[in-house]
């Protein structure tokens, strides 16, 4: 009997498994190569052999992955997205292994990695583009106001190399290019002079509409077509298929605009051309992306093709698939390990509870499960929920209950903030632009996470908080001061026994909700973790050196384990709330370290480059101004 062929897979989590599956099923034997931080975790489990590349980093060097690919006997290596899937120099380097890569050429990649390069095939290709700058770099500052000024703002400097929505940073006004142009950089991972970005026109009020297209090298075709405006920091959130409100003949025009483009730069594979669309209902393209997407579920929803299959076939020589017309409304939602209440923040750490929920029509792409650590080296997305309806209204619905029903506990999420999208009138009646994800809101104090919280400490438990509290009194209403962790909230919750058991009444509203809610113990007492947000209870009132702790406590505390990449200010210095002092990134963001009162700084605790742990104070701030720092 012969032995199945091998496919490596150069990537993680939940799309590493998504190749798999498909790949199993067409008869080829899966195995990752992954990196030491991923030993263990669930993809390899889930997949069930994996090839180490080397410790954390080692994902992102062509040569170490066609090497595992090489020892683990794979005659083809599918690059999911992200890490290397764009890269020209893993193409290469599998040609030169007699691998086949799945995905396009070296020289198509090279052309698709480069922003100048794909707009200069856009042209060629008569696809219409927005108002852009010649090339600039680093060492070109003298010339960023006059180029800023010739294409107009608001504008948005793009570095050529970047991808994935990085490196891309908008400046409203002429104050704000220079700011613009070195964070782009920075988040590009730009190190060193000579890296080249663009200015190009930022299209206030646009929508983002893009085409799954599919290529064998000379020919394309268009699979169908998606909406992800709902973005954060250039990183899209909220995807559906098939893009809204598009008359026939705008949707005609955009699928005639991405074969043109897919035709151009030779796509063997699929890939995703995308465009910005005006008000009026104008398109002009942003990027092609010459890999599998993140969104790709939705168009296999709508669709029911296997684009990974797709991609398989065509890497072997197969044909083109025929285009599907789509069938019902499809979103997806990307769930991230990240805090919305603290400037969505990254937050690795352990899984204690996860339980995925089981809905009619979701769809549910995971890359962990209960007891696993989300580790801070990669990108901090935990999985996908796909939801499928037969109209848009139904799809929303369902992807709410979803939220409701999913169980999480020990990390937080931005699950609140998908639920509270859900429920906005712009979002529910297709108004939504690129800068709708900036006016969603989450609860900043616990509601409905309290009923839960309450039920956990309820006297009838026997490890419940009266315990530690005192004696229930059966004659009359009880009571116990609870208080958030992170400070900003306090509150009692006050119980009175009824015919029908215990009530619940916190602050003097009675709560009663069935909504489901993990709670789990903590080193200090509970967390409660819901479709509302995450919550860090403790019993008793706040002490009063606790309170006046938060109200002077200046110091400025890495959240998590990253990189410095820059200070912005010396000891004595006067700063204002607000101001930003350092800044940091981690799991692939920059995160800004902003002064939480008017004062002075006291001392800096870091330099540009250092590698910093969680809590690690940066900067540290006292109230007063620099005289008084001076005479100090």
């Not at 483009?261 to 699929?270: D, I, T």
């Not at 909230?489 to 509203?509: C, F, H, I, K, L």
């Amino acid at each position: 009997m012969p032995l199945r062929p091998i496919l490596a897979i150069a990537n993680r989590g939940e799309i590493a498994i998504r190749i798999a599956k498909t790949a199993s099923r067409l008869g080829w034997e899966p195995v990752l190569l992954i990196g030491d931080p991923d030993i263990g975790g669930y993809a390899s489990r889930v997949v069930g052999r994996y090839q180490r590349v080397g410790p954390a980093g080692s994902e992102l060097q062509p040569d170490l992955v066609v090497a595992a690919a090489r020892a683990a006997g794979a005659s083809a290596l599918h690059p999911g997205y992200g890490f290397l899937s764009e890269r020209a120099d893993l193409s290469l380097a599998c040609q030169q292994a007699a691998i086949t890569f799945v995905g396009p050429s070296p020289e198509t990649l090279a052309i698709c990695g480069d922003k100048i390069e794909t707009r200069h095939a856009a042209e060629r290709a008569g696809v219409p583009t927005l108002p852009a700058s010649e090339p600039l770099t680093l060492q070109d500052e003298s010339a960023w106001s006059t180029a800023a000024a010739q294409v107009g703002y608001p504008l948005i400097a793009k570095v050529s190399a970047g991808g994935g929505g990085r490196g891309l940073r908008v400046a409203e006004t002429a104050d704000g290019i220079d700011a613009a142009i070195r964070s782009a950089l920075r988040e590009a991972g730009a190190s060193a002079a000579g890296t080249t970005l663009y200015l190009e026109r930022f299209l206030t009020g646009a929508r983002h509409v893009e085409v799954q297209v599919a290529g064998d090298g000379s020919d394309a075709v268009a699979l169908g077509d998606r909406d992800c405006s709902i973005q954060r920091r250039h990183q899209k959130v909220i995807e559906e298929a098939p893009a809204f409100g598009l008359s026939e003949e705008l949707r005609a025009d955009l699928h005639r605009y991405a074969v043109a483009m897919a035709r151009e730069v030779r796509l063997l594979g699929v890939g995703t051309v995308e465009f910005l669309m005006s008000g009026a209902g104008e398109l002009f393209f942003i990027e092609i992306n010459p890999r599998l997407q993140v969104e790709h579920t939705v168009t296999e929803e709508v669709t029911g093709l296997d684009l990974v299959e797709v991609q398989l076939t065509l890497a072997t020589g197969g044909t083109l698939p025929e285009p599907v017309e789509p069938t019902g409304h499809a979103i997806q939602a990307r769930l991230y390990a990240e805090d919305p209440l603290h400037d969505f923040a990254p937050s690795p750490g352990e899984i204690r509870l996860l339980d995925w929920p089981v809905l009619p029509g979701l769809r549910i792409d995971a890359g962990y499960e209960s007891g696993d650590i989300v580790p801070s080296f990669y990108d901090a997305m935990i999985g996908k929920l796909i939801v499928h309806a037969a109209d848009r209204d139904g799809a929303i619905d369902l992807l709410a209950d979803a939220c409701d029903d999913l169980l999480i506990g020990g990390i937080a999420t931005n699950r609140a903030w998908i639920r509270s999208l859900m429920g906005m009138d712009d979002f529910r009646e297709a108004r939504h632009t690129l800068a709708t994800a900036e006016q969603v809101s989450v609860a900043r104090e616990p509601s409905s996470s309290l009923a839960a919280l309450a039920s956990a400490i309820l006297p009838d438990n026997g490890d419940s908080a009266w315990a530690s509290s005192g004696p229930f009194r059966i004659v009359a209403p009880a009571s116990v001061a609870i208080h958030d962790a992170n400070g900003g909230w306090s509150g009692r919750v006050e119980y009175t026994r009824g015919e029908a058991g215990w009530q619940t009444v916190v602050d003097g509203t009675s709560i009663e909700t069935d909504a489901p809610a993990v709670v789990i113990d903590t080193d200090d007492g509970f967390e409660v973790n819901d479709a509302t947000g995450r919550w860090l209870m403790q019993l008793g009132p706040r002490s009063r050196a606790e309170v006046a702790e938060e109200q002077t406590d200046g110091a400025l505390r890495a959240p998590m384990p990253g990189t410095v990449v820059a200070v912005n200010v010396t000891t004595g210095q006067a700063v204002q709330q607000g101001d930003v002092l350092a800044l940091m990134t981690a799991m692939k963001m920059e995160m800004a370290l902003a002064a939480p009162f008017d004062g002075v700084v006291a001392s800096v605790g870091c330099a540009v480059g250092d590698l910093v742990g969680s809590r690690h104070v940066l900067v540290t701030v006292v109230p007063g101004n620099e005289s008084e720092a001076r005479n100090g």
